[in-house]
């Protein structure tokens, strides 16, 4: 199975601020890295995934993937108090089953 | 277009009651999962369906865990006997066969058992 840790646990910025989250991850043969967003009470919502070494952005939203040192990162550009949840960082076993593995998640809260 | 729809949304047991979660996907979703989320912690994959069959259900904590999904559409998990420990919301998720689909999750069951 995977093991999948995220970092930090909890993270406080202000308005307007980078917010940084980081993921490491156990298989480098893992295939898709996802994160999701999870308000409370809510079920988790996929935000953006990543395959290749590299980065790629989707509006304020830029993840970075580093296959040889089995870390990931999701960076939010002008983090709003609406942004305010649980991140959590999910690796898939590269199946056509999709099957997502996840770590405890980084608690996000954007100030005003 | 509906999302993935779970009922009840909470529950409240004592120990050694039994309780049943019900899940209907996305139309049209072949693959359904089940996941177990304690407080504070990310999900955790119970057992995972292609349309009627059980993939992989390694992952259920003990036989008085178990899942179905009769007609390759609903699916419902049933906990016999619950313990303090089986705390914790239940998810249920859908996704289309195929490479880089993201799973997509309902609100989840949260149980408490005292």
Redesign the interface.
């Known amino acids: ?1 995977e093991k ?1 840790q995220q970092s930090p646990e909890s993270l406080i910025v202000p308005e307007g601020a980078m917010s940084s989250l980081n993921c490491t991850f156990s298989n480098s043969a893992s ?2 890295i ?1 994160w ?1 967003q999870q308000h409370p ?6 935000l953006i ?1 990543i ?1 290749s070494n590299g980065n790629k952005k989707e509006g304020r939203l830029t993840v970075y993937l580093n296959r040889a040192s089995l870390h990931v990162s999701l960076h939010i550009r002008d983090s709003q108090p609406s942004d305010s949840a649980v991140y ?1 960082c ?1 690796v ?1 076993k ?12 980084t608690k996000l809260t954007v100030e005003p | 277009e509906a999302g993935v729809t779970q009922s009840p949304r909470y529950a409240v047991l004592q120990e050694g009651q039994a309780v049943s979660f019900w899940c209907d996907p996305i139309s049209g979703h072949d693959t359904l999962y089940w996941y177990q989320q304690p407080r504070d912690q990310g999900p955790q994959l119970l057992v995972y369906f292609r349309d009627e069959a059980v993939i992989d259900n390694s992952q259920l904590p003990s036989d008085r865990f178990s899942a179905v999904r009769p007609k390759g559409t609903n699916s419902t998990l049933k906990i016999q006997s619950a313990k303090q420990g089986d705390t914790a919301t239940y998810l249920c998720a859908s996704s289309f066969r195929g490479n880089n689909q993201a799973p997509l999750f309902g609100e989840g069951t949260r149980l408490s058992v005292l």
Not at chain 1, 41 to 46: I, L, R, S, T, Y
Not at chain 1, 94 to 105: A, H, I
């Open positions: 199975q999948v295939q898709s996802w999701y009470g809510k079920g988790p919502e996929a995934s395959f959590l999910a898939s590269g199946s056509n089953y999709n099957v997502l593995y996840f770590g405890s998640g």
